[in-house]
């Protein structure tokens, strides 16, 4: 008789306790840092970049989900964001504002008195949001690779342009002004917590399974009792909340929004942080919200004059997007799998690292 | 507990590839449907599982239409595919392929237990449970399909072409463990090129040709007609034994086609 080594289905995994108390004072270490950083750090530019990495995390965490997890090309993403912004925003902004912006028509009804408290706004964006990808699922989840890229995107720009013409509703052209600015340390990094909380424990789940299993090949999925477009739609209307909130949190970051933020462009410079993290690393995700972001403000010094060697430019406006296109396109050519993969930092597989770093300064210790 | 299947009509965008398919197959049994490549076999397999919707026909399992059920449904009845070409989940765990298998189950322990059998039928995936299915050899991928169709707990297993591909002594492997499942209660509708394997261990026998079956019987009784003998298992008409014909009462052609030997050799 073979003797077979079995896992039951809930096994703690070696190590499990070690890392959930590693994992929790990480996590208290950082709240603690972002708290000193508020008090110390009088720099106003590098407390709201930091911020913004944070909005980014789950901006890319909600890209991540159907994009990496579910292996769908989906690229609707700034549509759902402007969603979510526009929600956050109406619901939010004071009805006096509200009366003041809305020059060339006043605002639909409930909605010109209406203020809601933050989370609940937050929460509508998402859940409207999460509506919209519903309607737009509907279609462009029934086509494959390319044209439903193509579709979805089509849609992102289409919400565009309602938002563009629905005077009443989004002030236009205008867009919209004195959006409270509750787009705190604590709101978006609770919310960027709570988006990391989420997708690991979904991932995890065998609902998550499904959803990689649907990635790896549909058919075999389907043969084993997933049934595609349930599965698919679910992802997709998940991600569309946590974009949607994602995009609440960078309307009242902002302050300000307005239609042309939100461009193909925007939907890209999420996607960046994805690929290079990792399609379907949620780790990968965290780190590369933070590198992207923070290069991405250390590279505005390429909008600016510059001199290198004897050239010398009085500052050429998007150069700066130039360069971070050239270093996309860099990573997809030569780094596919991002920064991860598909694979998570875990506690072990640092250890093992520091091990394998500690065995090669042995061996040269002894060389 | 009988899955039957009356002039099942399949098509994909209006080239017909089953014409008019019947076939049984009893409780218990190992059923084996063979046929040269293009014949509807997998297409036949597909509509059974609800991967495709048939234009016409029925298909009941256990006195129930399942035809044009999707495949969520078909699996949760007990009737559970391994697709053509293994497809196993290459980014994904041997264990985590294993659980999708279970994914429409909920009792744990049952889970639990099945994952047990599996092991104790497949010893390497045992050995190999947190290794990615992509890196996984041929065989071992093939073991891999075949157990997490197992751990949907079927009682009907379709198995598409399990053996394509693989050197004799794993596909020896991969027909020990069809006849192994088989005694431990699972039917079995095994497709196969290899007929000669198939029609060893099979009950009985079907023969698809361009859509329709043309052919059936025993599958001691295919394996020694004389037709079979030289479409399927490669002997030349010179060769074939005398005993052929006692058999070919047991086999009955269909669609007025003749299978009888003939005379002229060359
Ligand atoms: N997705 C498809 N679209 C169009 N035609 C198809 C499709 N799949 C199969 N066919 C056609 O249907 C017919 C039957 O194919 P099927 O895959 O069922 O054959 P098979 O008997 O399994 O062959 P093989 O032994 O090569 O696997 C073939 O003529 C094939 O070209
Ligand atoms: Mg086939």
Same mark, same amino acid.
């Given at each position: 008789m073979a003797k077979t080594a079995v896992q039951p289905i809930n096994e703690s995994r070696p190590g499990k306790v070690v890392s959930v108390t590693l994992t929790t004072i990480l996590l208290a270490a950082l709240a603690l840092l972002l708290w000193w950083m508020q008090s110390a750090i009088s720099d106003v530019y590098i407390l709201k970049i930091t911020r913004l990495c944070a909005i980014n995390i789950t901006l890319a965490l909600a890209m991540n989900l159907i994009n990496g997890f579910t292996g769908i090309f989906s690229l609707g993403h700034a549509g759902f964001m402007a969603v979510g912004a526009y929600t956050t925003a109406l619901l939010t902004i004071p009805a006096k504002s509200k009366e003041m912006m809305f020059m060339i028509a006043p605002l639909i009804k409930p909605l010109d008195t209406l203020t809601l408290p933050f989370p609940v706004a937050l929460a509508a964006g998402g859940l409207l949001s999460a509506l919209f990808a519903y309607l737009i699922g509907m279609p462009c989840l029934r086509l494959r690779g390319d044209y439903l890229a193509i579709a979805t995107l089509g849609f992102s720009e289409i919400i565009r342009v309602l938002i563009m013409n629905a005077q009443r509703l989004t002030n236009g052209a205008m867009g919209l002004r004195s959006i409270p600015a509750n787009a705190t340390m604590a709101w978006t990094y609770g919310v960027a917590l709570i988006t990391i909380a989420f997708m690991a424990l979904l991932t995890s789940s065998s609902y998550g399974r499904a959803l990689k299993a649907i990635r790896e090949d549909e058919i075999a999925a389907e043969s084993m009792g997933v049934s595609l477009f349930s599965h698919k739609m679910m992802s997709f209307m998940i991600s569309a909340f946590f974009a949607g909130v994602g995009g609440g949190l960078l309307a009242a970051y902002n302050g300000t929004i307005g239609q042309d933020m939100f461009r193909v462009s925007m939907t890209y410079n999420i996607l960046m942080i994805v690929v290079m993290g990792g399609m379907g690393s949620i780790s990968g995700s965290v780190i590369s919200a933070f590198v992207v972001t923070i290069g991405q403000e250390w590279l505005r010094f390429l909008d600016g004059p510059l001199t290198i060697g004897s050239i010398h430019t009085d500052g050429v406006v998007g150069l700066r997007m130039v360069v971070f296109a050239a270093l996309l396109l860099i990573i997809i050519v030569f +780094?596919?799998?991002?920064? +991860?993969g598909t694979n998570e930092a875990t506690w072990s597989g640092l250890w093992r690292s520091i091990g394998r770093m500690s065995g090669h300064k042995k061996r040269g210790e002894a060389a | 507990m009988k899955l039957e299947i009356k002039d099942l009509r399949v098509s994909y965008g209006g080239i017909r590839a089953l014409k008019g398919v019947n076939l049984t197959v009893d409780e218990g049994s190992i059923v084996t449907l063979i046929g040269a490549n293009g014949a509807g076999k997998s297409t036949t397999l597909r509509a059974i599982s609800g991967l495709l919707k048939p234009d016409a026909g029925q298909i009941t399992y256990n006195g129930e239409s399942i035809a044009g059920f999707p495949a969520k449904e078909i699996v949760k009845r007990g009737v559970v595919m391994v697709p053509? @070409? #293994? #497809?196993?989940?290459?980014?994904?765990t041997v264990r985590e392929n294993l659980l999708i298998g279970a994914y %429409? #189950?909920?009792?744990r322990a049952g889970i639990d237990q099945d994952l047990k059998y599996v092991m104790e039928l497949f010893p390497r995936l045992s050995e190999r449970t947190?290794? %990615?299915? @992509?890196?996984?050899?041929g065989g071992e991928q093939q073991m891999l399909a075949v157990g997490r169709a197992l751990m949907a707990k079927p009682k009907l297993l379709m198995m598409d072409e399990p053996s394509l591909g693989l050197a004799p002594l794993v596909v020896k492997d991969i027909f020990s463990i069809i006849r192994r499942v088989n005694q431990d209660g699972i039917t079995v509708l095994l497709i196969e090129q290899n007929a000669n394997a198939s029609l060893r261990v099979a009950d009985y026998g079907y023969v698809l040709e361009t859509g329709s079956i043309v052919l059936e019987g025993q599958g001691r009784a295919l394996l020694e007609n004389h037709s079979i003998q030289e479409a399927y298992l490669g002997h030349r008409k010179s060769a074939i034994p005398a005993s052929g014909k006692a058999s070919s009462e047991e086999t009955s052609g269909k669609h007025g086609r003749k299978y009888e030997v003939s005379m002229n050799s060359d």
């Open positions: +780094f596919r799998n991002g920064l +991860f | 053509e @070409g #293994r #497809r196993v989940f290459p980014d994904m %429409l #189950r909920s009792d947190w290794q %990615l299915a @992509g890196t996984l050899s």
